[in-house]
């Protein structure tokens, strides 16, 4: 289960939320290698590249990637649910000057 879930790329006039908190996925590599791995070994990226004038609540795709490890590697496809809005949330508490 992958918890570490970023995003990059996000445009200046675009805040994003995180929708999905975690992932299951397969990796794949030397049993005694995998066995030492914990859900912090992993990390999931969402590249917002090419969503400039996307707006709402979309499903993304998303890289897996494993640290500090070359001997084993995420197989499958995965996304992630994300909702991009043009500026932050209003936080429920305002301070008045």
Avoid: M, R
């Avoid at 998303?62 to 809005?85: F, H, K, L, Q, R």
């Amino acid at each position: 289960t992958v918890s570490q879930i970023y995003d990059k790329n996000a445009s200046d006039n675009q805040h994003v939320t995180l929708l999905t908190n975690k992932i299951e996925i397969t990796a794949i590599g030397p049993k005694d290698v995998i066995a030492k791995l914990t859900n912090l070994s992993f990390y999931c990226v969402v590249d917002l590249t090419n969503t400039n004038n996307v707006y709402g609540k979309v499903e993304l795709p998303a890289s897996v990637s494993i640290y500090n490890n070359t001997t084993c590697w995420v197989t499958g496809s995965y996304t992630v649910n994300v909702e991009i809005s043009e500026s932050p949330p209003e936080s429920s508490s305002s301070s008045s000057s």
